[in-house]
Nanobody, 114 residues
Framework: QVQLVESGGGLVQAGGSLTLSCAAS????????MAWYRQAPGKERELVAG???????NYADSVKGRFAISRDNAKNTIYLQMNDLKPEDTAVYYC????????WGQGTQVTVSS
């Protein structure tokens, strides 16, 4: 059974940091490019950062220089290190494959106060 479980969200002040984790099961993790997405209230889900099987990364312009995505294939887990958080980063954060999304997890809420 495919399952994605996100964790690590919370309430943080602007300028603060958080690290999100996503544990995947039911897929051959190391063969998949993975990504973090987010959905703010009233907005569509958007791609935040992606990482290929080989570790190449790409980021949305809005988070470049502040966020870093990484993966640990031995743990079937990807991470999102978020620094210098801004109120506009407030959203529910999800992980999934970079292409060909599978069942979405529940996500983890990130709230940045000004």
């Amino acid at each position: 059974q495919v399952q994605l479980v996100e964790s690590g969200g919370g309430l943080v002040q602007a300028g603060g940091s958080l690290t999100l984790s996503c544990a995947a099961s039911g897929i051959i993790f190391r063969f998949n490019a993975m990504a973090w997405y987010r959905q703010a209230p009233g907005k569509e889900r958007e791609l935040v950062a992606g990482i290929t099987r080989g570790g190449n990364t790409n980021y949305a312009d809005s988070v470049k220089g502040r966020f870093a995505i990484s993966r640990d294939n031995a743990k079937n887990t990807i991470y999102l290190q978020m620094n210098d958080l801004k109120p506009e980063d407030t959203a529910v954060y999800y992980c999934n494959r970079l292409t060909g999304a599978i069942d979405w997890g529940q996500g983890t809420q990130v709230t940045v106060s000004s």
